[in-house]
């Protein structure tokens, strides 16, 4: 029996059948009473029974026939939805000014124009077309043409291979180039982990004031090479020029990866060219992201093969596809060749330029501390006195509330040294994601310490 | 000199502008006319200027001083994109009826839904939270509701894993169980590529009228089976209940993949329980895709591992992020827990339904076709009698503008057998992409082969 309690009507008479019909205790093909009928039992307007009937009728719990009424559907193979709550998973607490180097801004990033092209991209969405492996094509040319325009090499979308974060990549690198790697140290922490889960030879190699040492490397028999030239992970130190011909020149060198992931924000004058914009010799795998141009909620990632990799990437890979949703890839596309990435990136310019400004002003006060690797990218590391160590100062800053991180945190050795009397501790500092205000803040009670 | 034409005006503005601005005629510091200077030169509104100048500056071309007017900004490092239009790569030529087994319908697609929820994704869009690499935590809850509800077995979200697409998870099942694999023949015929890229032992076992052969499997050392028991690809044949004992009792079984890559989709009355709902030693690996249920277009899958391989993947695997991103899957959440999915297949079977039924009775006209696999899922399969070839069937059909897909094609045998004399040619047959009218047409054009 169906009681009208106060609140919305039509959701209650829709409840009521709902349940009798779930239950069994209409049965199949049962004839429901006529909207007139029901109206006229329960007091409310025609309009409601409607509403409540064809809501029933969508979710398919009853039929109609012409001029005969409605009907229980058989539900018997009906699933049925029992909605839960979405919990949360036991937060671990978060400490007030959080300078990790990961995430980007919150202020700049274009809402409204992401929320315009979805719509679009989900009208006219694709059910069936067979998705390029490889990555969506047009999604390709556009980073082309990026990549021409930005970085300075030109290279044809068949190069390009889309993915879901580096990680992917790698693996793919793995299947195509045998033999022994040689990785930064200290350098991106889940190398070893993703090497050593492909059981794949490794060395890690020091870094020194020009980027990973050529003098080490020739010490190893490692035949291919992940650097990140433009700003060292996490050290922020550029290659010169020097050790990049080195380094290209080498005879053993067969290819170089390289991770180009924070190229997009740079501060000082002097531009700083891709390694793969002197790839003369057709040797180096070029990886970038979208995860710092616009956010890593997209998860998107790339690379460019060397010619000589193509043929074989196509034989292994073909019976894979592409991680990334054509959805998400369609948004991409739009995004860039509409000229808002071009619009996006030079506001974001700004906004973390002034960031990073307020970092650089913040030390001015304390000369002990250096900063260093600051010319670019979305973090800088600072290199405090010797008589600190990282321990120290982020055991400190955690009672100040401030969470930041030890550049210990990312060394890749296999057997890591402890931290040593005579260098200076470092902390590797983020500035992205924190609004100004944040950050002034953050840094005003850091100093603190 | 800018000339001003017909068209808009702003527009016009803003393009000489930057042009001057990017080919260094105007340079860093120079003063721009004011607004009312221009307006006035040109004889346009105010508010035309205002246009063309706030672009400028939101662009980054520009500068403004308070009280003082309009500068160029410097632009030495502005990426200034070349928009290329999306040229498309060849087609291939697309015959007019396509009974392919892949995709879904668009009839059906909750195209407004889909566009309100990702616009809210997007307003709530993180830039910083280190995604979980197992997949959203809500997500997984969700799914976990589902598949107690739909599939009849409970699960806690912390066995789920979130990826896009099979190949990745069979990646991670590969790096946790070790030894030989036993895939069904005719199966999934990408599987073979994908072990062998893994270096994986593996052996094709034959399909019989209830599925992977058990007398076969006895003869192998296989520990692990991957199986499609609902509705087997692609013979759609339903594993019944003493296979499904016998092959979970084998003492030499390991490990069961179940993927139920379809099981949405059932037309008979009789239910088809999950291998996972009798799995009471802990075995089975379940598999399951949003690809059918909702679309490929968003590439999610996931699978449940048994307790006893939650801490082996939790030591390998955290090293990796999920490669679905979190827009998708928050999208996905917030369709489930509204009851929106519920709707979505509650729909879908109907429409589903109505189409198998369109196939079943055209080929009630020609009893020479038997038609098998048809009790559930997204396809069904032709068998023909033997005096045709399925060569034969399928260049037929081209002539008349149809393309259909012989069972040889998704042979996963490393010696493949050429077609037998003494075996039915048969025809593996989609009908969820066409709408009902593409549906009929087609298959009044193919009955006439």
């Given at each position: 029996m169906l009681i009208i309690e106060p609140g919305l009507i039509y959701l209650q008479i829709y409840n009521y059948y709902k349940k009798e019909i779930i239950t069994g205790n209409l049965p199949s093909d049962a004839k429901l009473p006529s909207k007139r009928q029901l109206a006229d039992q329960y007091q409310v307007a025609i309009n409601t029974v409607e509403n409540a009937y064809s809501k029933l009728l969508e979710e398919g719990f009853i039929y109609s026939k012409q001029r005969q009424g409605y009907f229980v559907a058989d539900v018997g193979e009906l699933y049925i939805a029992d909605p839960i709550e979405n919990e949360q998973q036991p937060e671990t607490t978060t400490l007030k000014y959080d300078f990790s180097y990961r995430g980007v801004a919150k202020e700049g990033f274009p809402y409204k124009t992401f929320r315009k092209i979805s719509a679009n991209v989900i009208d006219d969405i694709e059910h069936v077309a067979e998705p390029d492996y490889q990555g969506y094509y047009p999604l390709r040319q556009q980073i082309a043409a990026y990549l021409q325009k930005a970085r300075g090499f030109s290279v044809k979308p068949e190069q390009i291979i889309i993915s879901s974060g580096s990680e992917y990549l790698y693996q793919i690198i793995f299947k195509l180039v045998g033999g022994i790697y040689?990785?930064?140290?200290?350098?991106?922490?889940?190398?070893?982990?993703?090497?050593?889960?492909?059981?794949?030879?490794?060395?890690?190699?020091?870094?020194?004031?020009?980027?990973?040492?050529?003098?080490?490397?020739?010490?190893?028999?490692?035949n291919i090479c992940i650097i990140t030239p433009?700003?060292?992970?996490?050290?922020?130190?550029?290659?010169?020029?020097?050790?990049?011909?080195?380094?290209?020149?080498?005879?053993?060198?067969?290819?170089?990866?390289?991770?180009?992931?924070?190229?997009?924000?740079?501060?000082?004058?002097q531009p700083v060219p891709a390694l793969k914009s002197i790839d003369y010799n057709d040797k180096v795998i070029y990886m970038g992201s979208f995860s710092k141009a616009i956010s890593p909620a997209f998860r998107v990632s790339f690379m460019v093969l060397p010619e000589s990799l193509l043929d074989r990437y196509q034989n292994v890979y073909s019976c894979f596809s592409c991680p990334v949703s054509l959805i998400t890839q369609k948004i991409l596309t739009e995004f860039i060749s509409t000229g808002e990435f071009e619009k996006h990136l030079n506001r974001m310019r700004k906004i973390y330029a002034k960031k990073r400004q307020i970092v650089v002003e913040a030390f001015q006060q304390r000369p002990d501390i250096k900063i260093t690797?600051?010319?670019?990218?979305?973090?800088?590391?600072?290199?405090?006195?010797?008589?600190?160590?990282?321990?120290?100062?982020?055991?400190?800053?955690?009672?100040?509330?401030?969470?930041?991180y030890g550049i210990h945190n990312y060394?890749?050795?296999?057997?890591?040294?402890?931290?040593?009397?005579?260098?200076?501790?470092?902390?590797?500092?983020?500035?992205?994601?924190?609004?100004?205000e944040q950050l002034k803040e953050g840094l005003t009670e850091f100093l603190k310490i």
């Open positions: 040689a990785i930064e140290d200290p350098g991106y922490q889940m190398l070893p982990n993703i090497m050593d889960i492909n059981q794949i030879d490794y060395v890690s190699l020091p870094i020194d004031e020009n980027g990973m040492s050529i003098t080490a490397l020739n010490k190893t028999n490692a433009a700003h060292q992970f996490p050290t922020g130190i550029i290659m010169n020029m020097k050790r990049r011909t080195a380094l290209l020149n080498r005879t053993k060198t067969d290819y170089v990866v390289e991770d180009d992931y924070d190229s997009e924000f740079k501060y000082s004058k690797g600051s010319d670019g990218g979305l973090h800088l590391v600072l290199q405090y006195p010797k008589h600190y160590t990282e321990a120290q100062i982020v055991t400190e800053a955690k009672k100040h509330n401030i969470k930041v060394t890749t050795s296999k057997n890591p040294q402890p931290e040593l009397k005579d260098e200076r501790p470092a902390i590797v500092l983020g500035f992205a994601t924190m609004t100004e």
